[in-house]
């Protein structure tokens, strides 16, 4: 029981302190394990706070990501989670170059505008 209460005690000084960025990569993480444990309800919650907090200031790449979202929500609904897990973990090497790219240069020139609800579903 304490290490449960210090691992979410953890978990949430972990989430309070990350980047946009890493937030994304954290939910994406959360919507991979789910999938791999065939957990609907957390898969499509995760999921779709993905979807739901896209940045509409830049169109098609927002328009982009909302249909590969539908799309693996689609899939978890025929219980096809290998096909979400796919793309999922696709989407996730790409945001980790990008944050290995920000952090090589220092300078972080754009981050993605999502909202605090990743915090909601990550803790």
Do not use: H
């Not at 098609?60 to 979400?84: H, M, P, T």
């Not at 972080?108 to 609800?117: I, R």
């Amino acid at each position: 029981m304490f290490q449960t209460a210090y691992r979410n005690q953890y978990r949430q000084q972990d989430v309070m302190n990350a980047s946009p960025l890493r937030l994304v990569i954290m939910t994406y993480d959360l919507a991979i394990r789910s999938c791999e444990q065939q957990d609907f309800g957390k898969a499509i919650k995760t999921i779709s706070a993905l979807r739901d907090a896209l940045d509409l200031d830049y169109p098609e790449v927002a328009a982009g990501l909302f249909r590969l979202y539908q799309w693996c929500l689609d899939c978890i609904r025929k219980g096809d989670y290998n096909s979400a897990i796919s793309t999922l973990s696709e989407l996730r090497s790409a945001w980790i170059a990008t944050e290995e790219k920000i952090s090589a240069r220092q300078v972080v020139t754009v981050a993605p505008t999502y909202s605090t609800s990743f915090g909601n579903i990550l803790t």
